[in-house]
């Protein structure tokens, strides 16, 4: 069964720190890259960050140096570790399972139910 649960959201105010992790069923998550979504209301859905399975990560240029993606093979879960949060993070943050070929990503679209995070001034 594909399964994948975000939690961790919140609010908090600007500047602070915030902690997401998604649980992911053993099935996709040790055979493919992990990443982090985030959707603003009216604005697309937008990629935040990756992690393949050998522990290679990479972020959207509005996160770097203030984000960290982590991934837990034993317990199956993908963290996002976000820092230094402003208003313009305020989003739902969905994880999703995917995979790159050469530089392009992909995702698989086996979306969870999302977890909101907002940041205030």
């Known amino acids: 069964q594909v399964r994948l649960v975000e939690s961790g959201g919140g609010l908090v105010q600007a500047g602070g720190s915030l902690r997401l992790s998604c649980a992911a069923s053993?099935?996709?998550?040790?055979?493919?890259?992990m990443a982090w979504y985030r959707q603003a209301p009216g604005k697309q859905r937008e990629l935040v960050a990756t992690i393949t399975t050998a522990g290679r990560t990479n972020y959207a240029d509005p996160v770097k140096g203030r984000f960290t993606i982590s991934r837990d093979n034993a317990k199956t879960t993908v963290d996002l570790q976000m820092n230094s949060l402003k208003s313009e993070d305020t989003a739902v943050y969905y994880c999703?399972?995917?995979?790159?070929?050469?530089?392009?990503?992909?995702?698989?679209?086996?979306w969870g139910q999302g977890t909101q995070v907002t940041v205030s001034w």
């Open positions: 053993r099935s996709i998550f040790s055979m493919n890259a």
């Open positions: 999703d399972a995917g995979y790159y070929s050469g530089s392009n990503w992909y995702n698989r679209g086996f």
